[in-house]
Every structure is written in C-alpha cells, then in structure tokens.
C-alpha cells in the first residue's frame, strides 16, 4: 500500500488555543504517526491566507470574546472556501470559541458576531458563566469528559444532531441536556481539556472521517488506549458520583 498522509490545518492557534486546545493537533498527530500515517500540521497565523485545497481536518480552538472578535473577521473573509471545503465532505472540530463561530451568530450584549453559518445553529452570552468539568454521552463516540468554560448559549437548529447528552455539567445551554453538534463531517464541541487526549475515540472519529474521506477506507489500526480510557473511566464516575473536584 502506498504511504498515507493527513493534513491537519490548526486555524490561528496564536488566537484560538485555550485550556490546551494545542494538544488536540499533537494527539491527532501522534494517532496517525503510531499508525505509520504521516501528519502534516499547518499552524495558519491570523496573518495568513489558509487554503483549504489539500487539507484533510481543520481545527479551530476556543477563545475569549476579544480574540473572537478579531478571528471572526479573518474566518469570514475564508467562508466561501470554508463552506466549498464542508460541502465536500472536509473534516472540521472547532472547540468553545470556535463552535460558537461555525453558526450563524454570537450575540455578546450591544454586539452581534457574524458566524460562518456552516452549522444551523446560533449563540448568544447569557450569565452566570458556565464553567466546570463535563461528562457527556454520546451514541457516535461513547462517554467524552472534559472542562468547560463559557459564557455563551449555543442553541442548534432543529435538523441538527448534538454530539451528546449531558451527564454532568451544562452542555450547550445549560438548560437543554444537548452538548456539541454533528453535522456531516463537523464537530463542534463546548469541550476543552484538552477534548482529544481525554478522549481518544474522538480523536479517531476524525481521523476515520478523515481518512475516509482521503483514501476511501475509514478502517483504523486499534491502539493501546488502555491508560486514556482508565483516566477517562475515574473522572467519568467521579462525575457520576457528583464530584466535581479533580
Ligand atoms: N468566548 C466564548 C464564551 O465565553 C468562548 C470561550 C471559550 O472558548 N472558552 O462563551
């Protein structure tokens, strides 16, 4: 079989990078190198033009409302090429502030944020923040557990699937019981931590997607999870049981 190869397009990390956003690009990296899968990053700067040609996963990281706003502007001038590189089947995972910037809307108060409209959904700031360690349920990857930290309520349109239900924590809104959104290949996910090291099936989903996509077989090698999916288990429980310190 010829070598295989993903490109991995990490949206303005200099912007967009909290609570370890970073380590989702390492963990999705070092999937596919243990698998003898070649990864190849491109970090974008807010200073650069993305084109999305020959990438294989996007990822957008979370972000106060400031570095939103600043990254919102550039993100827009891409929307064409974002919503042709969706359309086409591309794989996208925006985590807080980037979920948020995938609707139609984040309305902060006075000021409204256009979104990229690639997901029928929209948000708006509400108070109190909604902050804390998560746990949710999801029919697609299993138990995902996480942190979460937003002042924003994401309500998805009603042809939209969540990614979960919320076992513990507050999800989208904190009222509904959905968290995240899956539409086609995107995901989008109030869930930091960061999301992919704590959950490695999450991790493959994309690159399944992914790959999928690419070479038409979405087949992946199993690793040795044992340790991710034991830490994932104590928190779970620990969740379960209704602590919420780590
Ligand atoms: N600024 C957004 C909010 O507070 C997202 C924050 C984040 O990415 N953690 O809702």
């Known amino acids: 079989m010829t070598a295989r190869s993903l490109s991995i397009c990490h949206l303005f990390p200099e912007a967009l990078n909290l609570y ?6 390492l963990t999705l990296a070092k999937r596919l190198e243990w698998r003898g899968i ?16 020959a990438t294989d996963i996007v990822f957008i990281g979370g972000g106060s409302d400031r570095e939103q ?4 502007e550039r993100l827009l001038e891409r929307k064409a090429e974002l919503e042709a590189y969706v359309r086409d089947g591309g794989v996208l995972l925006a985590v807080c502030g980037g979920y948020q910037l995938l609707g139609h809307s984040y309305a902060m108060g006075e000021e409204t944020l256009e979104g990229l409209g690639l997901v029928d959904l929209s948000t708006s700031r509400g108070t109190p923040r909604l902050i804390g360690n998560i746990l949710i349920e999801s029919e697609l990857v299993g138990r995902v557990v996480g942190y979460e930290n937003h002042g924003g309520r994401t309500h998805l349109g009603s042809g939209v699937e969540p990614l979960g239900r919320v076992l ?3 999800g989208n809104d904190g009222e509904s019981g959905a968290e995240g959104c899956v539409s086609g290949n995107v995901l989008g ?5 960061p999301l992919l090291p704590k959950n490695p099936a999450v991790a493959d ?4 997607r992914a790959l999928e996509r690419r070479y038409g077989s979405a087949e992946l090698e199993p690793l040795d999870d044992a340790e991710e999916l034991a830490a994932n288990a104590v928190m779970a429980e ?4 209704g602590e919420e310190k780590e």
Do not use: K, M, Q
């Open 168 to 170: 513990f924590g507050h």
């Open 38 to 53: 070649e990864a190849r990053i491109e970090e974008v700067p807010l200073t650069e033009t993305p084109s999305f040609a």
């Open 205 to 208: 989903w994309v690159l399944a």
């Open 20 to 25: 370890g956003d970073g380590g989702n690009i």
């Open 238 to 241: 620990r969740l379960l049981r």
């Open 69 to 72: 706003r600043i990254v919102c």
């Open 189 to 193: 996910t109030y869930i930091h931590g």
